[in-house]
């Protein structure tokens, strides 16, 4: 039983909780003439914060470890309110609270009202009496008209703030389309005897610097956030007498050129998982030809070759076209496309089926919450207009409504599933996470995994994937809760790592 692995992740549509409030009362330690050097001080603070039109960039860092780097906000303030948008619940809304400057360990800036954004890393449960090492009280450390430097009073961490020169809104859009637009994540440059390698991975938001020379190779990393150019990096890195934070992405030149010192270019280097990241590792249609095209940046710059005289791929520009002739053979059939590109490949599973070849019996295949290889007896069947997968794990059944996505010949399974009872006191139901673990669908009823069809040893499978938010399905969650209501988890049942069902 596996009901004592509470386990809340971020990423979520998030729960509406109290907050206990850890303002106390403190004596005035200043004389009356630092005193009033602070309130000037704090009316500067405070002047600057509601200069600005469109408010603030907020970069975040939460718990004092760093083990991911920054979750993006924008503030705006007024004389003593504070307007919120996050990339945690996709910019789709507006959040207002109140907030006030002062003195406490220095000059600050406290989110002292609830703000279901604001509060969120900080806001503590029974089982996180930390909640996640944030912060709602920042000192501030450094004031500019552009720019404000502070630290959060728990954790420490250092916090940027940016002047917004565009809506909040629009901002945060465009940081989004960056990340989904750009999709050169590894870099390199040379300075002197040193080759320098940087990959950025988008799931972490950490950014590895690789230095090779003659006698030693070092590595070093550095979490990050995006902004809407490119990234910027939590603390400085030094190449020779030069450092810099902040990675200015340029597409005419495909470079990452650094803002803060001259001369500092990195060349982004393209590999097969920009191709599979935009096309994804397998296709799947019915028996009919078809052809399906991808536009995306320097399609053209990879190799590209097709196992089967039936399946072909061709690109021109930023269009790569893959075509299938008719199916006639009365099975499913199978090609695999390879990519190449700077000595790295990868491949792309094509399949041709109908959707009656993949009702019937099952086994589910994947690793439990400890890491163990587990299986279970499963069937999928038609359900009047739509379809059931039904798995049977741990004594129980849980069953998912699924969906037959025609145009892309694969099943669909919406987050926030009600699916079944475990014993007779908790309600699962499904979520998604990234490979990780450290992202997951929380609440959403709407976001879509996959369950993607394929030929393995001549056998039919059907492997979960799909996307939220930016990030990779990878596992396939069971979280309880005390009623039939889907709001405040008491924690997971189970979490199913590399899910795979390959039919008996």
Same mark, same amino acid.
């Given at each position: 039983?596996?009901?004592?692995?509470?386990?809340?992740?971020?990423?979520?549509?998030?729960?509406?909780?109290?907050?206990?409030?850890?303002?106390?009362?403190?004596?005035?330690?200043?004389?009356?003439?630092s005193g009033n050097r602070m309130q000037s001080y704090m009316g500067n603070t405070q002047k600057v914060l509601t200069s600005s039109e469109h408010g603030w960039v907020m970069e975040y860092y939460t718990d004092r470890e760093l083990p991911t780097g920054a979750y993006i906000y924008t503030l705006r303030f007024t004389e003593d309110s504070v307007f919120v948008r996050t990339e945690l619940d996709g910019n789709q809304k507006e959040l207002a609270s109140l907030y006030r400057t002062g003195s406490d360990d220095g000059p600050i800036i406290s989110?002292?009202?609830?703000?279901?954004?604001?509060?969120?890393?900080?806001?503590?449960?029974?089982?996180?009496?930390?909640?996640?090492? /944030? %912060?709602? +009280? &920042?000192? #501030?450390?450094?004031?500019?008209?552009?720019?404000?430097?502070?630290?959060?009073?728990?954790?420490?961490?250092?916090?940027?703030l940016y002047r917004l020169t565009k809506p909040a809104e629009e901002y945060l859009d465009d940081v989004a389309k960056y990340q989904s637009d750009n999709l050169?994540?590894?870099?390199?440059?040379?300075?002197g005897d040193d080759n320098i390698e940087v990959y950025m991975n988008s799931t972490n938001r950490k950014a590895t610097f690789t230095v090779t020379n003659a006698t030693d190779t070092t590595e070093t990393e550095i979490p990050?956030?995006?902004?809407?150019?490119?990234?910027r990096?939590?603390?400085?890195?030094?190449? /020779? %007498?030069? +450092? &810099?934070? #902040?990675?200015?992405?340029?597409?005419?030149s495909v470079t990452f050129e650094a803002q803060d010192a001259e001369g500092i270019v990195f060349k982004g280097r393209l590999t097969p998982s920009i191709v599979t990241t935009i096309v994804g590792t397998s296709i799947s249609s019915s028996n009919a030809?078809?052809?399906?095209?991808?536009?995306?940046?320097?399609?053209?710059?990879?190799?590209?070759?097709?196992?089967q005289d039936w399946l072909t791929v061709s690109a021109n520009g930023n269009v790569l076209t893959i075509s299938a002739t008719q199916n006639d053979s009365g099975e499913a059939r199978h090609a695999a496309i390879t990519v190449e590109v700077n000595g790295s490949t990868a491949t792309i599973d094509v399949i041709q089926l109908e959707l009656s070849n993949l009702l019937g019996n099952y086994t589910a295949s994947f690793l439990d919450s400890d890491g163990a290889e587990q299986s279970a007896s499963s069937t999928i069947?038609?359900?009047?207009?739509?379809?059931?997968?039904?798995?049977?794990?741990?004594?129980?059944?849980?069953?998912?409504?699924?969906?037959?996505?025609?145009?892309?010949?694969?099943?669909?399974?919406?987050?926030?599933?009600?699916?079944?009872m475990y014993g007779s006191s908790y309600y699962i139901y499904n979520i998604f996470m990234d490979p990780t673990g450290d992202y997951w669908t929380g609440y959403s009823t709407d976001a879509e995994g996959w369950l993607v069809p394929g030929i393995n040893d001549g056998k039919i499978q059907l492997t979960l994937g799909g996307y939220f938010s930016n990030y990779e399905i990878g596992i396939l969650g069971l979280f309880a809760f005390q009623s039939k209501s889907f709001s405040s988890t008491l924690g997971y049942l189970d979490l199913l790592s590399n899910f795979t069902l390959v039919k008996n």
């Amino acid at each position: 039983m596996k009901m004592n692995k509470i386990l809340i992740y971020l990423l979520m549509a998030l729960p509406t909780l109290m907050l206990t409030s850890c303002l106390k009362d403190q004596e005035d330690t200043f004389s009356e003439a630092s005193g009033n050097r602070m309130q000037s001080y704090m009316g500067n603070t405070q002047k600057v914060l509601t200069s600005s039109e469109h408010g603030w960039v907020m970069e975040y860092y939460t718990d004092r470890e760093l083990p991911t780097g920054a979750y993006i906000y924008t503030l705006r303030f007024t004389e003593d309110s504070v307007f919120v948008r996050t990339e945690l619940d996709g910019n789709q809304k507006e959040l207002a609270s109140l907030y006030r400057t002062g003195s406490d360990d220095g000059p600050i800036i406290s989110f002292d009202t609830y703000n279901e954004f604001l509060h969120f890393f900080a806001t503590p449960s029974p089982d996180l009496y930390e909640a996640y090492d /944030g %912060d709602f +009280e &920042f000192v #501030i450390d450094d004031i500019t008209d552009d720019l404000i430097r502070m630290h959060g009073k728990r954790n420490q961490n250092t916090i940027y703030l940016y002047r917004l020169t565009k809506p909040a809104e629009e901002y945060l859009d465009d940081v989004a389309k960056y990340q989904s637009d750009n999709l050169i994540n590894t870099a390199s440059a040379t300075f002197g005897d040193d080759n320098i390698e940087v990959y950025m991975n988008s799931t972490n938001r950490k950014a590895t610097f690789t230095v090779t020379n003659a006698t030693d190779t070092t590595e070093t990393e550095i979490p990050f956030a995006y902004y809407d150019e490119g990234i910027r990096l939590y603390k400085t890195f030094a190449i /020779g %007498d030069k +450092e &810099f934070r #902040i990675l200015k992405y340029v597409a005419e030149s495909v470079t990452f050129e650094a803002q803060d010192a001259e001369g500092i270019v990195f060349k982004g280097r393209l590999t097969p998982s920009i191709v599979t990241t935009i096309v994804g590792t397998s296709i799947s249609s019915s028996n009919a030809a078809f052809t399906k095209t991808y536009e995306f940046n320097m399609a053209d710059q990879f190799n590209y070759t097709s196992d089967q005289d039936w399946l072909t791929v061709s690109a021109n520009g930023n269009v790569l076209t893959i075509s299938a002739t008719q199916n006639d053979s009365g099975e499913a059939r199978h090609a695999a496309i390879t990519v190449e590109v700077n000595g790295s490949t990868a491949t792309i599973d094509v399949i041709q089926l109908e959707l009656s070849n993949l009702l019937g019996n099952y086994t589910a295949s994947f690793l439990d919450s400890d890491g163990a290889e587990q299986s279970a007896s499963s069937t999928i069947s038609a359900a009047g207009d739509v379809y059931e997968l039904s798995m049977k794990y741990l004594n129980h059944t849980y069953t998912f409504a699924i969906s037959w996505d025609e145009e892309n010949s694969r099943f669909t399974m919406l987050s926030g599933q009600y699916v079944g009872m475990y014993g007779s006191s908790y309600y699962i139901y499904n979520i998604f996470m990234d490979p990780t673990g450290d992202y997951w669908t929380g609440y959403s009823t709407d976001a879509e995994g996959w369950l993607v069809p394929g030929i393995n040893d001549g056998k039919i499978q059907l492997t979960l994937g799909g996307y939220f938010s930016n990030y990779e399905i990878g596992i396939l969650g069971l979280f309880a809760f005390q009623s039939k209501s889907f709001s405040s988890t008491l924690g997971y049942l189970d979490l199913l790592s590399n899910f795979t069902l390959v039919k008996n």
